[in-house]
């Protein structure tokens, strides 16, 4: 066991990374490890620097990409009277809205929508992609099998469901037969995870997954591209890992997901420390 395999050990992280179970991810899985090649698609403007640079050497372009996202996202809501009303909404009539939504097709093979769940004033919020057929049935993110690896995840770093953070997802309602969301249906689901957002008010986001990232960062980049590094999304620290029910079937990433969850870590101390920028 080397230094690295010891201290993940230590971290109670060994046993449940080591799960290899072949229908741990499901057809989505199968889809991110395509997206985990090497990348050839350059990251988007908002990026911000690599790991290892202090917090504060990102402020500068987290104010010009916050800018840039406040002014489109006002125009958007200016066009789109759905929009601009979920994002009136509190906590209740927005739970209330994403469970009665019949604006994409979604809504017809649903047991239910999968809202989110976790502290609503956490520091920290984790975005997946859409809920499975575990989700589906009971009505919580991350319930299945790579869901029980993010919780070995997030207590490594003191973290648990209902306490320091909020797990919800790009997608509420279950893609038949565990299919790719369709762009059109992660536009409309988009004022939900917006809303929530700004509710929950994290000053750091993790975002697991292609389409976390890609919805988040408004990007076509890979993970591989966007990860390590401290991004922002309408100015908050947001960090891009792998997902779970990838990292269930690629054990060699999993030493890099624990290097993302150690940069939102970091990230989340300089900011609360005031050498870095907190979030809105
Ligand atoms: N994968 C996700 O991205 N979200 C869930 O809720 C479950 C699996």
């Known amino acids: 066991m080397n230094r690295r395999e010891r201290f993940l050990e230590e971290m109670g992280l060994g046993p449940v990374w080591r799960l290899r179970r072949r229908d741990a991810g499901g057809p989505r899985a199968e889809a991110?490890?395509?997206?985990?090649?090497?990348?050839?698609?350059?990251?988007?403007?908002?990026?911000?620097?690599?790991?290892?640079?202090?917090?504060h050497r990102v402020q500068a372009g987290a104010t010009r990409s916050r800018g840039a996202g406040v002014q489109a996202r006002a125009a958007a809501l200016e066009t789109d009277p759905r929009a601009a009303a979920i994002a009136r909404m509190d906590w209740e009539?927005?739970?209330?809205?994403?469970?009665?939504?019949?604006?994409?097709?979604?809504?017809?093979?649903?047991?239910?929508?999968?809202?989110?769940?976790?502290?609503?004033?956490?520091?920290w919020m984790v975005v997946g992609e859409a809920p499975g057929a575990e989700e589906d049935a009971r009505g919580e993110p991350f319930v299945g099998q790579a869901g029980r690896l993010l919780d070995a995840m997030?207590?490594?770093?003191?973290?648990?469901?209902?306490?320091?953070?909020?797990?919800?997802?790009?997608?509420?309602?279950?893609?038949?037969?565990?299919?790719?969301?369709?762009?059109?249906?992660?536009?409309?689901?988009?004022?939900?995870?917006?809303r929530q957002i700004e509710l929950v008010r994290p000053r750091v986001i993790l975002a697991l997954g292609r389409f976390a990232a890609q919805a988040l960062l408004s990007s076509?980049?890979?993970?591989?591209?966007?990860?390590?590094?401290?991004?922002?999304?309408?100015?908050?620290?947001?960090?891009?890992?792998?997902?779970?029910?990838?990292?269930?079937r690629n054990l060699p990433d999993k030493s890099k997901a624990w290097e993302d969850l150690c940069l939102a870590r970091r990230t989340l101390a300089e900011a609360a420390q005031g050498s870095g920028p907190a979030a809105d």
């Open 32 to 55: 991110a490890e395509a997206t985990e090649a090497p990348q050839t698609t350059e990251a988007p403007e908002a990026v911000e620097p690599a790991a290892p640079e202090p917090a």
């Open 93 to 123: 009539e927005l739970k209330a809205s994403a469970a009665a939504c019949s604006a994409c097709g979604l809504c017809k093979g649903r047991t239910q929508a999968v809202f989110g769940v976790g502290d609503e004033a956490a520091p």
């Open 154 to 194: 997030l207590a490594a770093i003191g973290l648990a469901r209902g306490r320091g953070v909020y797990i919800g997802n790009v997608i509420k309602c279950r893609p038949p037969g565990n299919r790719n969301p369709e762009p059109q249906e992660v536009a409309r689901c988009a004022p939900y995870l917006a």
């Open 220 to 248: 076509d980049a890979t993970i591989a591209s966007l990860r390590g590094r401290v991004l922002r999304y309408r100015g908050i620290p947001t960090i891009v890992s792998y997902h779970p029910a990838y990292l269930l």
